[in-house]
């Protein structure tokens, strides 16, 4: 069905030019596949914490409240698993089915279960280095150090320090604070006159950090350097065991299956201006800033081909998956200026409502699935709205005020519904999965 024909809520043509085919309001009803108007569900209150930011991620919601931040279930358990944030009015996130990463532009963190950590660990600053009898054999040694946790996590490394050995051996004398309990120091030596930096021990606390051998058992080539945690980020997404942080106009990719280490000497892209949306489909991902929206097709950051298929851009957190579990099969669907988008494997897209309903700009907002009577409801609540409704203009319907959170709500064939106001996304999830 051509959204044309479809009776659902018109902001973009007078009411005299769509008569009774379009609503100039529609206040808390669904519009059935039959064309029927149905009153929305009751909702259950989930919980009555005041929410500073919230987003849906996998099968939970994760918000902030204050400066706790919370995971709530859909049956309403609602687990606190870090405190001490800073204020924020929104967060993002992305899960790999066991691990959710997330971040309010300030914060950043990765929870497993109820328990949240931190998102990598920092490179240390290079301590200062003196000379100790040994046998290294004499010459320049470039050195650096890690961090290593007790799960086997290593930190990123800053750049080498130097020292002029000539007495066979090189001592630590003031290491960096250790970080926490469990963790170890790992020294990086290069051989003598060298460039290249190899393992040279791991020291618990408490231990004295020096290296007195040969250099024959420098093997283990250091993989980390220019390496440290990611920045805090707007948008992320994981696509095949990769996780990407859009920071600014820039996106940048840590290793492999390794979230919280971003070699910042390679992998990452920039955009023309700051971006705003990042989501991923089976063969790529989608990318907006405030101009445009881009379709990067590829399995990797290192062969990524960029295309432009919209021309304007979409509106921060607002995007969400097809499916279940907030798994990819093959759509994604977001909100512009310019009205519900659509986007596929391959990278085609398509404005569901353009020329029907706009939601007009926005800073930020948030978007959800809701699945009700087998039919899949795009649910978007936006901050700080402008968006043009006919009811305003209408003098009867003056009580509508501005700026009310917009409401369009999309099926997977493209079929309007209509919703100018919508509940807390919490309730919203509550009543409809």
């Not at 930011?53 to 709530?72: D, M, P």
């Not at 009580?399 to 996304?425: K, Q, R, W």
Request: hydrophobic share 40%; proline share 5%; charged share 15%.
């Amino acid at each position: 069905m051509d959204v044309r024909d479809f009776g659902g809520l018109d902001n973009q043509n007078a009411p005299a030019d769509f008569g009774l085919k379009r609503l100039t309001v529609a206040d808390n009803i669904d519009i059935t596949r039959s064309g029927k108007i149905a009153s929305r569900k009751g909702r259950k209150r989930l919980t009555s914490t005041n929410i500073d930011a919230a987003c849906h991620v996998g099968n939970v919601i994760l918000y902030q409240s204050g400066a706790n931040l919370h995971v709530l279930s859909g049956v309403g358990d609602d687990v606190v698993v870090q405190n001490n944030l800073n204020a924020a009015n929104w967060l993002c996130a992305a899960t790999d089915g066991t691990s959710i990463v997330w971040s309010n532009g300030i914060d950043t963190g990765v929870i497993h279960g109820a328990a949240n950590a931190t998102l990598g660990i920092p490179a240390p600053d290079v301590p200062v280095a003196s000379q100790i009898f040994g046998t290294m054999p004499s010459g320049r040694y470039l050195y650096t150090v890690t961090w290593t946790r007790s799960d086997g996590l290593e930190s990123g490394a800053k750049l080498s320090g130097q020292i002029d050995v000539t007495s066979g051996g090189i001592m630590i004398a003031n290491a960096p604070a250790y970080p926490g309990e469990g963790y170890a120091i790992n020294l990086y030596l290069s051989s003598a006159n060298g460039e290249v930096l190899y393992f040279a021990g791991s020291f618990p606390e408490g231990y004295p950090i020096r290296y007195t051998n040969n250099t024959i058992d420098l093997q283990v080539q250091l993989e980390t350097q220019f390496c440290d945690i990611p920045p805090a980020f707007s948008s992320v997404c994981i696509y095949k065991g990769r996780a990407y942080y859009m920071h600014g106009n820039v996106v940048w990719a840590p290793r492999p299956y390794s979230y919280g280490l971003v070699d910042y000497s390679a992998d990452f892209f920039a955009l023309s201006g700051d971006g705003l949306l990042m989501v991923d489909v089976a063969d790529g991902m989608f990318v907006a800033d405030a101009n445009a929206t881009y379709f990067l097709a590829g399995n990797d950051a290192q062969d990524f081909v960029m295309r432009e298929v919209l021309p304007y851009g979409a509106i921060h957190g607002t995007a969400v998956r097809g499916g279940d579990n907030n798994k990819p099969h093959g759509k994604v669907t977001w909100a512009s200026s310019r009205g519900a988008i659509a986007g596929f494997d391959g990278g085609s897209v398509k404005n569901l409502t353009e020329g029907v309903f706009h939601y007009g700009s926005s800073n930020t907002g948030c978007g959800v699935l809701r699945h009700d009577n087998g039919q899949s409801h795009f649910v978007v609540s936006l901050l700080d709205e402008q968006v043009p409704y006919n009811a305003r203009r209408i003098s009867i319907l003056a009580h509508i005020e501005s700026p009310i959170p917009a409401v369009i709500v999309a099926m997977p064939t493209g079929e309007l519904l209509g919703g100018d106001m919508i509940a807390p996304v919490l309730e919203i999830l509550a009543n409809g999965g």
